[in-house]
Nanobody, 121 residues
Framework: VQLQASGGGLVQAGESLSLSCAASGRISSRFAVGWIRQAPGKEREWVGSINWSGDSALYADSVKGRFTISRDNSKNTVYLHMDNLKPEDTAVYYC???????????????WGQGTQVTVSS
Protein backbone atom coordinates (compact mmCIF):
# COMPACT_ATOMS: atom_id res chain seq x y z
CA VAL A 1 0.00 0.00 0.00
CA GLN A 2 1.25 3.45 -0.91
CA LEU A 3 0.00 6.69 0.59
CA GLN A 4 0.21 9.97 -1.28
CA ALA A 5 -0.38 13.14 0.69
CA SER A 6 -1.09 16.30 -1.25
CA GLY A 7 -2.65 19.72 -0.98
CA GLY A 8 -0.09 21.56 1.06
CA GLY A 9 0.87 25.12 0.36
CA LEU A 10 1.39 28.63 1.66
CA VAL A 11 -1.57 30.39 3.23
CA GLN A 12 -2.11 33.34 5.50
CA ALA A 13 -3.24 33.06 9.08
CA GLY A 14 -6.99 32.62 9.32
CA GLU A 15 -7.30 30.94 5.96
CA SER A 16 -8.27 27.35 5.20
CA LEU A 17 -6.56 24.50 3.45
CA SER A 18 -7.47 20.91 2.69
CA LEU A 19 -5.06 18.01 2.44
CA SER A 20 -5.71 14.67 0.79
CA CYS A 21 -4.22 11.28 1.46
CA ALA A 22 -4.78 8.82 -1.37
CA ALA A 23 -4.10 5.14 -0.84
CA SER A 24 -3.15 2.84 -3.68
CA GLY A 25 -1.82 -0.62 -4.15
CA ARG A 26 -3.03 -3.88 -2.71
CA ILE A 27 -5.63 -2.62 -0.29
CA SER A 28 -7.21 -5.75 1.05
CA SER A 29 -8.41 -4.82 4.48
CA ARG A 30 -9.88 -2.05 6.49
CA PHE A 31 -7.48 0.63 7.64
CA ALA A 32 -7.56 3.50 10.03
CA VAL A 33 -5.72 6.69 9.09
CA GLY A 34 -3.91 9.24 11.14
CA TRP A 35 -2.48 12.64 10.37
CA ILE A 36 0.80 13.56 11.98
CA ARG A 37 2.80 16.73 11.56
CA GLN A 38 6.34 17.79 12.25
CA ALA A 39 7.60 21.32 12.43
CA PRO A 40 11.28 22.17 11.97
CA GLY A 41 13.24 21.44 15.08
CA LYS A 42 10.27 19.91 16.85
CA GLU A 43 9.07 16.43 17.56
CA ARG A 44 6.32 14.97 15.48
CA GLU A 45 2.85 15.69 16.73
CA TRP A 46 -0.26 13.62 16.32
CA VAL A 47 -2.99 15.74 14.73
CA GLY A 48 -5.91 13.37 14.53
CA SER A 49 -7.18 9.99 13.42
CA ILE A 50 -10.22 8.54 11.74
CA ASN A 51 -11.59 5.03 11.87
CA TRP A 52 -12.33 2.84 8.87
CA SER A 53 -16.01 3.63 8.63
CA GLY A 54 -15.39 7.33 8.99
CA ASP A 55 -17.92 7.80 11.75
CA SER A 56 -15.38 8.48 14.45
CA ALA A 57 -12.49 10.92 14.45
CA LEU A 58 -10.31 12.18 17.26
CA TYR A 59 -8.21 15.31 17.35
CA ALA A 60 -5.35 16.81 19.26
CA ASP A 61 -6.36 19.66 21.54
CA SER A 62 -4.24 22.04 19.49
CA VAL A 63 -6.44 21.57 16.41
CA LYS A 64 -9.79 20.58 17.88
CA GLY A 65 -12.56 22.73 16.49
CA ARG A 66 -10.44 23.92 13.57
CA PHE A 67 -9.47 20.70 11.78
CA THR A 68 -11.78 18.02 10.40
CA ILE A 69 -10.84 14.59 9.12
CA SER A 70 -13.10 12.76 6.72
CA ARG A 71 -12.77 9.92 4.26
CA ASP A 72 -14.25 8.54 1.06
CA ASN A 73 -13.57 4.82 0.99
CA SER A 74 -14.86 4.54 -2.57
CA LYS A 75 -11.86 6.66 -3.53
CA ASN A 76 -9.48 5.26 -0.90
CA THR A 77 -8.88 8.84 0.17
CA VAL A 78 -8.78 10.57 3.53
CA TYR A 79 -9.02 14.32 3.90
CA LEU A 80 -7.79 16.81 6.46
CA HIS A 81 -9.66 20.09 6.26
CA MET A 82 -8.01 22.88 8.22
CA ASP A 83 -9.78 26.10 9.12
CA ASN A 84 -8.52 29.21 10.87
CA LEU A 85 -4.92 28.24 10.32
CA LYS A 86 -2.29 29.69 12.62
CA PRO A 87 1.44 30.18 12.11
CA GLU A 88 2.05 27.42 14.66
CA ASP A 89 0.31 24.99 12.30
CA THR A 90 3.27 25.30 9.95
CA ALA A 91 4.74 21.84 9.50
CA VAL A 92 5.14 18.90 7.18
CA TYR A 93 1.94 16.92 7.37
CA TYR A 94 2.02 13.17 7.02
CA CYS A 95 -0.76 10.66 6.69
CA UNK A 96 -0.30 7.15 7.96
CA UNK A 97 -2.42 4.02 7.84
CA UNK A 98 -2.87 1.05 10.11
CA UNK A 99 -4.48 -2.23 9.13
CA UNK A 100 -7.18 -1.93 11.72
CA UNK A 101 -10.69 -0.58 11.98
CA UNK A 102 -9.55 2.05 14.42
CA UNK A 103 -6.16 2.96 15.77
CA UNK A 104 -4.43 5.38 18.11
CA UNK A 105 -0.70 5.11 18.35
CA UNK A 106 2.52 5.55 16.44
CA UNK A 107 3.09 2.08 15.04
CA UNK A 108 1.43 2.66 11.68
CA UNK A 109 1.90 0.15 8.87
CA UNK A 110 2.22 2.70 6.08
CA TRP A 111 3.35 6.31 5.85
CA GLY A 112 2.92 8.92 3.16
CA GLN A 113 5.73 11.17 2.05
CA GLY A 114 4.43 14.35 3.66
CA THR A 115 3.21 17.66 2.33
CA GLN A 116 4.37 21.08 3.52
CA VAL A 117 1.91 23.51 5.05
CA THR A 118 3.17 27.01 5.73
CA VAL A 119 1.03 29.60 7.48
CA SER A 120 2.23 33.18 7.38
CA SER A 121 1.25 35.73 9.99
Amino acid sequence: VQLQASGGGLVQAGESLSLSCAASGRISSRFAVGWIRQAPGKEREWVGSINWSGDSALYADSVKGRFTISRDNSKNTVYLHMDNLKPEDTAVYYCAAKNAGAYLGWNYDYWGQGTQVTVSS
